[in-house]
């Protein structure tokens, strides 16, 4: 026990600068999610046919490509068509798109919760489409959204680890290199799962407290 502890004590400041990578991503991609999932579920709702085709075939292949091959094209090969990203702006990007997929489809199913003699109502006013949505149906929406996306939060987070595929020496990566120069694979993947779950379980609770407020509304 001693041992670990001041395995810890020397290791925690080398994994502390992966550990503000690993937030960096997470909260960039979580933006960018938010912001592309919100438009392409707008798009599926709007009743343009062409608009929600797009939106549709865009939401469908984005869920179909693995997120780890979608980062590779973005830091690999999109350099070949002159276009050149940093590692850490790539991970943000490949995973705010892979992510606006899924935020997409929760977007959507809060937005048709939301009954539609609403729209007719607020259409009858003389409200416009993206009047009512802004007013009346978005705001009613994302408090069915939140546990869900809540849960996006989560996955997220886990999943910026993926970032160290393209050299973002974000906390599994920042492990997996100490563990590799001092072989001391216990301690550093302990510390790495521990530094995870501290990050992880506060979202698990603001989860679980949005599940019960929704609940009891």
């Not at 865009?58 to 091959?69: H, Q, S, T, Y």
């Not at 009346?136 to 993926?162: C, E, H, T, W």
Request: net charge positive; proline share 4%.
């Amino acid at each position: 026990m001693t041992t670990f502890i001041q395995q810890s004590i020397e290791f925690l400041p080398i994994l502390a600068q992966g550990l503000w990578l690993t937030i960096l991503v997470t909260i960039g991609s979580l933006v960018l999610s938010t912001l592309l999932g919100l438009v392409w579920a707008l798009m599926r709702v709007s009743g343009n046919p062409v608009l929600a085709w797009i939106a549709k075939v865009f939401v469908n292949v984005i869920r179909g490509i693995p997120i780890i091959v979608q980062l590779f094209y973005i830091y690999f090969v999109l350099p070949d068509f002159g276009i050149s990203l940093s590692a850490l702006h790539a991970s943000i990007i490949g995973l705010g798109i892979a992510y606006s997929a899924y935020q997409a489809e929760n977007f959507r199913a809060g937005i048709e919760a939301i009954d539609k003699g609403q729209i007719e109502a607020a259409q009858s006013i003389g409200m416009g489409w993206w009047l009512t949505m802004r007013r009346v149906i978005l705001p009613q929406a994302f408090r069915i959204v939140l546990p869900p996306y809540g849960n996006i939060m989560v996955m997220m987070l886990k999943d910026s680890s993926q970032a160290s595929t393209i050299t973002v020496a974000e906390l599994a990566l920042q492990g997996k290199l100490i563990a590799s120069s001092t072989f001391q694979n216990t301690t550093v993947f302990t510390l790495v799962a521990m530094l995870y779950l501290c990050m992880c379980l506060p979202l698990i609770h603001l989860v679980s407290r949005l599940e019960a407020r929704t609940a009891r509304g």
